[in-house]
């Protein structure tokens, strides 16, 4: 079966097949997103156009692809090619789809089958250009799946209820509206008080950072250096901790907060979030302690520092990168987190982000609102991380975190 | 001269070092044992209490109080008027009083039986209350000029009421009804049914995801940094952004997704993803993967970017072809990170609420184990039952942590 597969004249055509399909849905999705317009991708003409394209992109002189490829874009336009153009769309969008179809799969195509021949290929080739389509494949699908649902939130916050409705696919901006685009963003902050949602999140988060750090930092290096019995079962009952369900927990927190008054504060929040992220910060940060050499510590030790000035003096200034990459992580926990807010806090005056954006979801609210206060809620958290990406990622990793 | 032996026991420079340790680890042991440990014996406590959401607030007593009849001239009859009923339709109250003051200038004609007067200050003693039970109660008082100048009404002194009310949540009064109720019929199955098949595809899911994905990235080009950036995308951002997202390109009405398909021919009508049986379920676990997926490809990747370059150049000296060193030797040096990820994202994929709750709330049969608790408590109003299926939860929580520490320990050394 697979000595089947490994000749030239399969695996051309057959990779030709399946990577046409792949860039004509591609390009047919783009275009749509981008323009509303009918673009479709076409299976009988993926497999026709695949199994010539696949014969053509193979090494040799170079005008085979690149005349399949113009052949292919002229095909396309005529309407029989692997991407189906629907009436009324504009010349531009069309030959724009139909040159970006043709060029993007015989380009991927001549790459994929380096050194494939038209004979038996040997084992290494044939595995070489599977995995350069599988490649190819991944970087578009992965791209894709993560950005289309951001690009309908950014998208459908800019536009009004009608144009939404009358078609849903239609992303284009018109960007004669000027400001009227950020109509939704402006009602979020004049009529709905975003911008103290904004600064209630920005408050919590902090506060929870801070409070996050006091706790965890002397116990972390309380685990990671001290000596004492029963050290190992505290790390695990950490790690046992992490594993304890929020909504189990805020079931009697809310009861608590219930009776004692301290629901819908502010106040009660910020007494409970530090408590869900202490155990994350402070397995990270043990972790990065274990790392750091005890020479140093002891000889400060020997100069007769204590204890805590030690802690304050040598582990911290060493372990910056460290908190810096727990604060984030901490950061983003207390950004993002939904659930404690939702229950706890019903005065609007009171509502953080995530809260404030749950009380849109009303019928009577237009999503586009919904969509704003979603993108208000993203774009801090994104900028943030996406400067610090290098700190996330290491943090992350550092210690194995909670998701 | 005596032999030299090594010290046994604890030193005092030992005893000093474990006292500090258990100086400073002395506040988040506090804090969680008031966050963490409490709630959960909360839990337990409560799992077995018929408690309603409406017995949170616990019954008292509610007085209001006026003046009826003419106030306007000396000798004038009035009444002041207590207004008393008990706030709880199914609690009773206990030894019921309550103390005011009489302002100047009302002289009091007749007393209730039950209410004594010592110079101004009234207090009454009303007995036990029925629940439900509401009253009128009336004293009659004759007008005086000091009433009219001072201005100073009943209501200017407020009346303050006391009565014992048992509070279901600390009484008692035990029950195994919500064990019963949680356990009961083929609703407990089905829920059950739905949180393993979310968690064993979610998890599965997102860890081939992140394989793959970790494959694309492990090798260094252009642009390398800003896709892993990317792809972590959709775990970074605020969870109730990304499923408000999810929710309308899926929208059947309006949703670009059904749009699309559409147009592509896929579909004839537009599909209703998040309300149809066993799509919606299908979805949801698909919004899993996709949300975390980064996490174990973050992870899948430091492992990879940290196995040894050598081994690869020994396989290509053998003639090893990519698929044989994929298998041969990048699975192995794998599956040590691949097991301790499945086990932690199958018990925080079991946890989870909130995508569920945002995309579905547990209709069209996604209603899992976690949803549960809240759909009991709170859209029934059944704390009780809620508190038992979180006592269920925690049981296999336990089981789960029991077996992810005898294989952890052997895994990462822990």
């Given at each position: 079966m697979m000595d089947l597969l490994r000749r030239g004249y399969i695996t051309a055509p057959l990779l030709g097949v399946l990577w046409v399909f792949v860039v004509a849905t591609t390009v047919a999705v783009a275009m749509s997103f981008a323009t509303g317009a009918a673009f479709r991708p076409s299976g009988v003409g993926a497999l026709v156009w695949g199994v010539l394209l696949g014969f053509a992109c193979?090494?040799?002189?170079?005008?085979k692809p690149a005349s399949a490829a113009i052949l292919i874009a002229g095909v396309t336009l005529a309407g029989f090619g692997p991407i189906v153009i629907g009436s009324g769309v504009s010349v531009f969008s069309a030959l724009l789809g139909a040159v970006a179809t043709s060029g993007f799969a015989a380009l991927g195509l001549r790459i994929m089958l380096?050194?494939?021949?038209?004979g038996p290929i040997n084992r290494h080739i044939f595995e070489g250009a599977v995995i350069r389509f599988c490649t190819g494949f991944g970087y578009i699908f992965f791209t894709a799946i993560v950005l289309i649902p951001f690009y309908v939130m950014v998208l459908t916050s800019l536009k009004n209820q009608a144009e939404l409705i009358q078609n849903?696919?239609?992303?284009?901006?018109?960007?004669?509206?000027g400001t009227e685009l950020l109509r939704s963003y402006d009602e979020l902050f004049t009529q709905f008080d975003f911008g103290v949602y904004l600064l209630n999140s920005f408050l919590i988060s902090v506060l929870t950072v801070a409070i996050t750090l006091l706790f965890a930092v002397p116990g972390a290096y309380a685990v990671a250096r001290l000596r004492f019995r029963g050290r190992a079962a505290f790390s695990r009952s950490i790690l046992l901790i992490y594993m304890v369900p929020m909504i189990v927990l805020a079931l009697p927190i809310y009861i608590a907060f219930s009776m004692t008054g301290l629901r819908n504060s502010l106040g009660g929040i910020i007494m409970i979030y530090p408590v869900t992220t202490i155990p994350v910060a402070l397995y990270m940060l043990q972790g990065y302690f274990r790392g750091l050499p005890a020479e140093v510590e002891e000889a400060g030790l020997m100069d007769g520092l204590s204890r805590l000035m030690v802690i304050w003096k040598i582990t911290l200034p060493l372990s910056l990168p460290a908190m810096a990459s727990v604060s984030l992580y901490v950061f983003m926990i207390a950004w993002n987190e939904f659930l404690l807010a939702f229950m706890l806090l019903d005065d609007p005056s009171k509502f953080t982000l995530t809260r404030g954006i749950a009380s849109l979801?009303?019928?009577?609210?237009?999503?586009q609102h919904l969509m704003a206060g979603s993108v208000i809620a993203t774009v801090p958290i994104m900028a943030l991380f996406l400067g610090l990406e290098r700190f996330m990622t290491k943090g992350l990793t550092a210690g194995s975190v909670k998701g | 001269m005596t032999e030299a032996v090594p010290p046994k026991g604890t030193g005092p420079l030992a005893r000093i070092e474990a006292r500090l340790a258990w100086g400073l680890l002395a506040p988040t042991i506090i804090a969680v044992a008031l966050v963490v440990v409490l709630p959960l014996l909360a839990i337990f406590w409560i799992s077995f209490k018929p408690v309603?959401?409406?017995?949170?607030?616990p019954p008292e007593v509610v007085l209001r109080e006026d003046i009826r009849g003419d106030?306007?001239?000396?000798g004038d009859q009035a009444n002041i008027r207590y207004r008393l009923r008990n706030?709880?339709?199914e609690q009773p109250i206990l030894d019921v009083s309550f103390t005011d003051r009489v302002p100047?200038?009302?002289?009091?004609?007749e007393l209730d039986p039950r209410c004594t007067l010592e110079g101004r200050d009234l207090s009454c003693d009303l007995g036990d209350w029925e629940p439900g039970y509401r009253e009128n109660l009336m004293i009659p008082v004759t007008i005086e000029q000091a009433y009219l100048d001072n201005g100073?009404?009943?209501?200017?002194s407020p009346a303050i009421p006391q009565g014992k009310a048992s509070n279901v949540l600390t009484n008692a009064t035990f029950t195994l009804d919500n064990f019963a109720r949680v356990f009961d019929g083929d609703e407990f199955w089905s829920v059950l049914w739905v949180t393993l098949f979310y968690t064993v595809f979610g998890t599965i899911g997102a860890l081939l995801f992140g394989l793959f994905a970790a494959l694309l990235l492990n090798k260094s080009f252009k642009g390398q940094g800003i896709l892993r950036g990317l792809y972590l995308f959709p775990y970074v951002s605020p969870i109730i952004a990304v499923a408000f997202a999810w929710i309308l390109l899926f929208d059947?009405?309006?949703g670009s997704a059904n749009a699309l398909l559409i147009q592509m021919g896929v579909t004839e009508q537009a599909i209703n993803f998040f309300g149809e049986r066993p799509l919606a379920l299908i979805m949801v676990t698909i919004f899993e993967i996709w949300r975390y997926f980064p996490l174990s490809f973050l992870f899948i990747l430091a492992r990879m970017q940290s196995i040894d370059t050598d081994m690869y150049e020994a396989a290509d000296m053998d003639g090893a072809s990519p698929f044989q060193k994929f298998w041969y030797l990048s699975v192995p040096q794998l599956l040590g990170i691949l097991s301790v990820l499945f086990l932690l994202r199958f018990i925080w994929t079991f946890n989870k609420f909130d995508d569920i709750f945002l995309l579905t709330g547990g209709n069209a049969g996604t209603r899992t184990l976690t949803v549960n608790v809240y759909e009991q408590a709170f859209?029934?109003?059944n704390i009780g039952a809620g508190a038992a299926v979180a006592v269920v939860i925690f049981g296999c929580l336990l089981a789960f942590s029991f077996f992810f520490f005898r294989f952890i320990s052997q895994e990462e050394g822990l």
């Open positions: 193979l090494p040799g002189p170079f005008w380096d050194e494939v021949e038209l849903p696919l239609d992303f284009s901006i018109d960007f004669s509206k979801n009303s019928s009577e609210i237009p999503r | 309603s959401l409406a017995d949170l607030r106030d306007e001239a000396v706030s709880s339709q100047a200038g009302l002289t009091v004609t100073e009404g009943p209501k200017d059947p009405f309006s859209a029934i109003s």
